[in-house]
């Protein structure tokens, strides 16, 4: 079973997911990833997180085809209609106290492990940590969701492929594929990706903007540190509101993504980090007599603290 291995490096946690020897995604992997999460958001000393793989070719590979070939094999097949609310019954489940555990002994449990896998990413993506994918290989299925449900996401140059090969075995991707690829790519990319099925070079992906920066494999975590320290050092409140109301406002139409986005602004408005950074902003104006937004010198200032300050 893969674990997901973090050490600290100042504010900015590194975890490397291993499973060996072929670095395939797992309930390990994701069980390891969901404790990171929380970690990073009850942890007030860290603002991002660094995920890379351990394997010298795979950030991290596909699901375990044979658990999903078991899981086929061992029930009756259903219709959307059934699946969705299958889903839906066993995620309301999941929230009683002590019911996921029994869930993992019955026919249920896929449906469970389908769940937590969406769940996990989902707190990524509200978390108030920036999450950096240090992808140091290839991608493929639910490695390639991963680094989709990342904040930002840095490749290492070289004979590596990120994409969705679900197709190929006659079902769509399954743990936010779609979804996250029509977000960032738009839906007739994503469509020409998911329906195709193979790889996308690293330069491609690049060209694409799956990923944001191609680095050399020896400057790869090093470069992903650096922007995660950057990001990360801006107030967690304000980040964690930025990232709910890009990923979430989305998916609505305008005025409801309008409502979200003004929801989030008004609470974060009232933070201590809001305060104390919109106080330090206006003692500079006052002192100067210079809009410090517009003064390059403050404004580089406050781009490296991550935020105004006193």
């Not at 978390?127 to 490749?155: H, I, K, Y």
């Not at 079902?171 to 996308?200: E, H, K, N």
Request: charged share 25%; net charge negative; aromatic share 4%.
């Amino acid at each position: 079973m893969g674990e997901v291995r973090v050490e600290r490096r100042g504010t900015v946690l590194l975890a490397t997911l291993e499973n060996p020897p072929h670095g395939l995604m797992d309930s390990g992997i994701v069980d390891g990833l969901a404790s990171l999460v929380t970690r990073a958001d009850e942890d007030d000393g860290v603002g991002a997180v660094v995920l890379t793989g351990a394997h010298p070719e795979r950030f991290v590979a596909h699901y375990d085809v044979g658990e999903l070939l078991a899981a086929a094999r061992g029930g009756p097949s259903v219709g959307r209609r059934a699946a969705g609310a299958s889903l839906r019954v066993v995620g309301t489940l999941r929230r009683v106290r002590g019911v996921e555990r029994a869930l993992a002994r019955t026919p249920a449990a896929g449906l469970a492990a389908l769940e937590r896998f969406h769940e996990t990413f989902l707190a990524m993506n509200r978390s108030g940590a920036v999450f950096v994918a240090a992808l140091n290989g290839s991608a493929m299925g639910g490695g390639c969701e991963l680094a989709l449900a990342c904040d930002l996401r840095l490749m290492a140059e070289g004979d590596f492929g990120v994409g969705q090969p679900e197709i190929l075995f006659g079902f769509p991707p399954g743990g936010g594929g779609t979804q996250r690829l029509a977000r960032l790519l738009g839906s007739a990319r994503a469509l020409r990706l998911v329906l195709d099925g193979g790889p996308l070079s690293p330069t491609e992906a690049l060209e694409l903007g799956l990923v944001d920066e191609l680095v050399s494999g020896d400057r790869l975590i090093e470069r992903a540190l650096a922007v995660a320290e950057r990001l990360g050092a801006r107030p967690k409140a304000g980040v964690a509101a930025c990232k709910r109301a890009v990923y979430e406002g989305g998916s609505l139409g305008l005025a409801d993504g309008l409502r979200l986005e003004a929801a989030e602004f008004l609470a974060a408005l009232g933070t201590p980090a809001a305060v104390e950074a919109m106080a330090a902003y206006q003692d500079e104006l006052q002192r100067s007599g210079e809009l410090p937004g517009y003064d390059r010198a403050a404004l580089e200032r406050a781009l490296e603290r991550g935020r105004f300050q006193a």
